[in-house]
Nanobody, 125 residues
Framework: QVQLIESGGGLVQAGGSLKLSCAASGRTAIIETMGWFRQVPGKGRESVAVINWIGDRTYYADSVKGRFTVSRDNTKNAVYLQMNSLKPDDTAVYYC??????????????????RGQGTQVTVSS
């Protein structure tokens, strides 16, 4: 089993930055893909950014391209999401995900092998 714990959420003004962190524990050696989803109240969870184990392949939602950067540190079993130029539309609960298989941009929320509990990000206008 793998456990995922997110941190770094909070309240920020539009145009500001936040960095989310996700620490994995347990059988971390089996993880291939890690990333982030988000959910706005009343809407389904959407994939935001995903990265493979080596770190040479990433996927970003169109809405965050050029503003968000996903990275990982395998020595710390961690994945990060640097969020810049934040907008009120980025307000959501952000969830960390991990999967045992290679990166697939079309992988849905429930298809990921492991999912975190989420951290709230609120962007004020």
């Amino acid at each position: 089993q793998v456990q995922l714990i997110e941190s770094g959420g909070g309240l920020v003004q539009a145009g500001g930055s936040l960095k989310l962190s996700c620490a994995a524990s347990g059988r971390t050696a089996i993880i291939e893909t890690m990333g982030w989803f988000r959910q706005v109240p009343g809407k389904g969870r959407e994939s935001v950014a995903v990265i493979n184990w080596i770190g040479d392949r990433t996927y970003y939602a169109d809405s965050v391209k050029g503003r968000f950067t996903v990275s990982r540190d395998n020595t710390k079993n961690a994945v990060y999401l640097q969020m810049n130029s934040l907008k009120p539309d980025d307000t959501a609960v952000y969830y960390c995900v991990a999967d045992l298989s290679r990166l697939r941009p079309d992988l849905g929320w429930l298809e990921y092998d492991y999912r975190g509990q989420g951290t709230q990000v609120t962007v004020s206008s």
